[in-house]
């Protein structure tokens, strides 16, 4: 089957980085996606990934391994409003999107 | 204002009963889907349509229809509701299907 794997949830400090991984196990591949998500509210698009290597936007970076089907969105200067919810999903052969549950981050002062 | 739109936002339907979600889009977006979304779970895929006048089905199609007589518009019908449909729906589209995925605000749907 396919599958998405993300860590439930994960808590930082305001200032600090922090990184999300996702480890993927697809039929196929065309692309990785990370979406954020407030409590609430609908997804945002955040990043895009068909090659390996990082990507870098601002203060969030993602990175792909495809050999590995590992990515990871790394988060820099965090600020409370990066309280939200990442969800990571992979496009597969066929074009279709396979969605993570979500990992929810809290920022703490 | 350019986007994506959901009709109603929030909804409480006795089981049984028949409704329809509405989407709209006037990004002139050739594809558009349907997800639901449940605690703890991912977002999945009820629906989907790559162009106007076709549709197909997604993981989780079961009880639920589609169509797309045009480009701007994609109702969700739950033709007999269940107490397991109770969930939020969004609605997404993207100029191709290959492309970044822009959501609807969302409809919460509950269903005693």
């Known amino acids: 089957g396919q599958n998405i794997d993300q860590p439930t949830e994960m808590t930082a400090t305001e200032g600090a980085i922090v990184q999300i991984n996702c480890t993927y196990q697809?039929?196929?591949?065309?692309?990785l996606f990370w979406y954020q998500q407030h409590a609430g509210e609908a997804p945002t698009f955040l990043s895009y990934?068909?090659l390996d290597g990082l990507e870098e936007k601002g203060r969030f970076s993602s990175f792909l391994s495809r050999s590995k089907g590992y990515s990871y969105l790394l988060l820099k200067e965090l600020q409370m409003k990066d309280s939200a919810s990442y969800l990571c999903d992979v496009m597969d052969s066929n074009y279709q999107l396979i969605w993570g549950a979500g990992t929810k981050l809290i920022i703490k002062p | 204002i350019a986007g994506i739109t959901q009709a109603p936002t929030s909804q409480i339907l006795a089981a049984g009963r028949r409704m329809t979600l509405r989407c709209t889009q006037d990004?002139?977006?050739?594809?558009m889907y349907w997800y639901r979304q449940d605690l703890g779970l991912g977002l999945r895929l009820i629906h989907y349509s790559n162009t106007a006048g076709t549709t197909g089905k997604g993981e989780v199609p079961d009880g639920y229809s589609v169509s797309r007589a045009n480009t701007d518009d994609f109702p969700l019908t739950l033709a007999s509701a269940v107490p397991s449909q109770t969930s939020v729906y969004f609605c997404?589209?993207?100029?191709?299907?290959?492309?970044?995925?822009?959501f609807g605000p969302g409809t919460r749907l509950t269903v005693l």
């Open positions: 997404a589209s993207s100029d191709s299907g290959v492309d970044t995925q822009y």
């Open positions: 990004m002139r977006h050739n594809a």
């Open positions: 697809t039929s196929g591949f065309n692309g």
């Open positions: 990934n068909v």
